[in-house]
Each structure stands twice: as structure tokens, then as C-alpha cells.
């Protein structure tokens, strides 16, 4: 008789500051959770399989797993793309836009997140 085996729950942290990173990925691996972590947005979308403006995964080698996220975590204000637009991406993306994303922020600048950003995030 074949026992199917459970996947841990897998968060995507993405966060360009090292301690912030760090710290989520403790705290979700004391909960069991399997946690990846990449300082970047692009980062982000490359472990996905999104590479560039294309909206189906990078094809995987026959030797590697597909990769199932089922959170994503990241911070507001990253440079280059910052977490808004790695939402949108994600969004944008038949083969993403399922996951959860969660946008976190250790800045307490409300002016930095503008209007059209608020409404987005409240339409997802």
C-alpha cells in the first residue's frame, strides 16, 4: 500500500535586507515551514520560473523538481522592483497569480506607498 507523502507548506521570503530575511526564515521554520529566501524581486520571479515579460515557467530539466510555492512574503520597498511590482508580476501571471502574496514593510513612511499602489493591493 503506497502512503502518500504531505509537502511542506513553502514560503518565498524576498527581502533585500540580510537580517529581515534571516529573521522570517526562523520564525517560519520553527512553524515546520520549508522557506526560501532571495534578496530580490527579479530573483523572486527567476525562482519562479518567470523569466522576463513571459507568463509561463522556464522549462525545468528533467532532473529537477517543479517548484511549489504556496506564500509569498516580501518586502515593500526593495531596489530596483520593489515588492509592489513583484505583486503586479505575479498578478500579471496566469501560471503565479494563485499564490498569496503578503507585502510587509519595517519602514514607517505611509507616504511612500501612494494611492493607485493602495487600490491595487485592495483589488488583489
Known amino acids: 500500500m503506497a502512503v502518500a507523502i504531505e509537502a511542506p507548506f ?3 521570503a524576498v527581502d533585500d535586507s540580510l537580517p529581515d530575511r534571516k529573521l522570517i526564515e526562523r520564525l517560519l521554520k520553527t512553524s515546520s ?3 526560501t529566501t532571495v534578496d530580490s524581486g527579479s530573483k523572486a520571479l527567476e525562482f519562479l ?5 513571459e507568463d509561463s515557467p522556464i ?3 528533467a532532473d529537477q523538481q517543479e517548484v511549489a510555492v504556496n506564500l509569498i512574503i516580501t518586502d515593500y ?3 530596483g522592483m520593489t515588492g509592489y511590482d513583484l505583486l503586479k508580476k505575479i498578478k500579471e501571471s496566469s501560471y503565479l ?4 502574496v503578503v507585502i510587509m514593510s519595517s519602514e514607517n513612511i505611509p507616504s511612500r506607498i501612494n494611492s ?8 488583489c
Open 116 to 123: 493607485s499602489t493602495l487600490k491595487f493591493l485592495l483589488k
Open 10 to 12: 513553502h514560503v518565498l
Open 59 to 61: 522549462s525545468v530539466q
Open 97 to 100: 497569480r494563485d499564490i498569496p
Open 77 to 79: 520597498c526593495m531596489p
Open 33 to 35: 515551514f520549508q522557506v
Open 49 to 53: 520560473g518567470l523569466h522576463g515579460q
